[in-house]
């Protein structure tokens, strides 16, 4: 077993789908018996978010109580700390232990590249895993972080493969995938209508949480790499084609947004309302009929090949995800469980083989969840590439029939 510390974005930004992006690496990590430590800097000023006043400020003490919650309620029991990059304060440890944990550690996991130390090159092995692919790799976020780690996973697990358009700086970025941890998504699956018909809707939503257009698009070389507000718009007609209730969690959309929405048929609330609690969130998924949801322009455009760490909680909790296809289908068998579409059209012939052979779907959903995502397969191959153990990196399996 391995001493880990794992550096995230739980504690500024304690909103439940982001909580979870983080939670399941170090949930996975203890649960598979490892010494995990959780470690979060400052980074930026007024970074820490409030769920409940909705303010941004310095004050990390909401979020802090919200990650401790969360781990007391899963029976984690493991060291918290966060410094403040300018005043050199640390909650949850003293200085000297932090340094003395981190040179103790066999790996530094930096997921998502928003946290960075000088101290972070105590230990022995830092691996820097990209969440957000072709951003990263132009300079957006983390790209100044990239020469201090000695390996690098993507959740674009095309990158470097024929097809895929996003640069690698002459990096070896190995492909990997979100974890998740498949039993806190069981449930129940609730009795629904395996099919609806004529133009009787089946009552329960196909849904998906998204931020409307995130951090903006960006420029590079001369192309234009955008959010999901554009790739959501390409879906503008869908409820059009298919008597299914489709509703979308909307965050950052604005008023104009919504009401074109709304005008063209889709369902839609904030976000916030689905995302203020852990529990809320979970409910929100494993009361959808199945996930329905456009991706970031930049991961289409580029062929990424990039899966979301939301859709791989659709899966654990038994709903079938219907996604626009990132190339992720080029190493990912679709048609059960997982749907991928390009078009208006395809996604409403997705909608459609779902609901027909709704519970094949819902089982399917669970089989990927387990075979592929599962905490089980994706960490300890990670661990195998990020502590050099001479071993071939795979994290995608074939899944064969499902």
């Known amino acids: 077993m391995a001493r880990i510390v794992v550096c995230g974005y739980m504690i500024r930004y304690p909103v439940a789908g982001n909580l979870l992006a983080y939670f399941h690496y170090v949930l996975g990590l203890h649960r598979l018996g490892h010494e995990v430590l959780y470690?979060?800097?400052?980074?930026?000023?007024?970074?820490?978010?409030?769920?409940?006043?909705?303010?941004?400020?310095?004050?990390?003490?909401?979020?802090?109580?919200?990650?401790?919650?969360?781990?007391?309620?899963?029976?984690?029991?493991?060291?918290?700390?966060?410094?403040?990059r300018d005043s050199g304060s640390v909650e949850g440890a003293n200085w000297d232990e932090v340094k003395r944990m981190l040179e103790a550690a066999d790996l530094l996991l930096n997921i998502g590249g928003v946290c960075w130390l000088p101290e972070f090159r105590l230990c022995r092995r830092r691996a820097f895993i990209d969440m957000d692919p072709l951003f990263t790799q132009v300079g957006k976020f983390g790209s100044y972080l990239i020469d201090d780690h000695h390996v690098h996973f993507s959740y674009g697990a095309n990158i470097g493969r024929r097809g895929c358009t996003i640069p690698t700086g002459g990096i070896d970025w190995i492909p990997t995938v979100p974890p998740v941890v498949p039993d806190i998504w069981q449930s129940r699956h609730p009795a629904l209508p395996q099919r609806q018909d004529g133009n009787s809707p089946v009552a329960a939503a196909f849904t998906t949480v998204a931020n409307w257009s995130g951090y903006g698009a960006v420029t590079y070389r001369g192309e234009h790499y955008g959010q999901k507000n554009e790739e959501f718009l390409r879906l503008l007609d869908l409820p059009g084609h298919v008597p299914q209730r489709l509703e979308l969690a909307l965050s950052g959309g604005g008023d104009g947004a919504m009401e074109r929405l709304r005008a063209a048929g889709w369902s839609v609330r904030n976000a916030g309302e689905v995302s203020s609690d852990i529990a809320?969130?979970?409910?929100?998924?494993?009361?959808?009929?199945?996930?329905?949801?456009?991706?970031?322009?930049?991961?289409?455009?580029?062929?990424?090949?990039?899966?979301?760490?939301?859709?791989?909680?659709?899966?654990?909790?038994?709903?079938?995800?219907?996604?626009?296809?990132?190339?992720f289908s080029d190493w990912l068998p679709t048609g059960r469980g997982v749907l991928a579409f390009s078009s208006v059209e395809e996604a409403a012939d997705c909608i459609e083989k779902v609901n027909a052979e709704y519970a094949a779907n819902c089982r399917a959903a669970s089989e990927i969840a387990n075979r592929m995502f599962s905490h089980h397969v994706v960490l300890p191959r990670l661990l195998d590439a990020a502590l050099d153990r001479n071993v071939s990196y795979r994290p995608v399996v074939e899944l064969g029939e499902i």
């Not at 303010?55 to 403040?84: F, S």
């Not at 979970?282 to 199945?290: F, K, L």
């Not at 329905?292 to 659709?314: E, L, M, N, Q």
Request: aromatic fraction near 10%.
């Open 39 to 84: 470690l979060e800097e400052s980074g930026w000023p007024d970074a820490c978010y409030d769920p409940v006043t909705h303010d941004y400020g310095d004050d990390l003490h909401a979020g802090l109580q919200i990650v401790r919650t969360l781990l007391a309620e899963h029976a984690v029991k493991l060291p918290v700390c966060y410094v403040n």
């Open 280 to 327: 809320t969130y979970q409910a929100y998924i494993t009361d959808s009929r199945g996930e329905i949801s456009a991706a970031k322009h930049a991961y289409v455009k580029t062929h990424s090949g990039w899966f979301s760490d939301r859709s791989v909680c659709y899966l654990a909790a038994g709903r079938p995800t219907i996604l626009q296809d990132t190339g």
